[in-house]
């Protein structure tokens, strides 16, 4: 049986669990954007075998499979938004919303 840091005996699920909670990071923002990847990821890439297609297919939301790229072109995008924003915000020109 493995050991925890102070030698006593320990499930190896349990340390496991030590180690991926020592993986995310330490800011609450940062976990929630990890979440809402995932919550993407599960949604929209992810195949489900039962029903053939993803959930968001099923709701009538997406009408095809998306790709990782997809998802990855979705946060650029808004990245870049954003950027566009705070400089227009920042120069006192009126923007748009």
Known sequence: MPRGPKGEKRPADVIGAGVMVAAFS???ENHYHALSLYF???NFV???KAHRMTP???AGIADRLWS???IVGLVHDA???AIIRKR???SGLPHSN
């Open 79 to 81: 990245e870049i938004a």
């Open 68 to 70: 990782m790229e997809d």
């Open 26 to 28: 330490k800011k609450l």
């Open 40 to 42: 993407v990821f599960y």
């Open 46 to 48: 992810r195949l489900h």
């Open 56 to 58: 968001a297919m099923a």
């Open 88 to 90: 227009t915000l920042s």
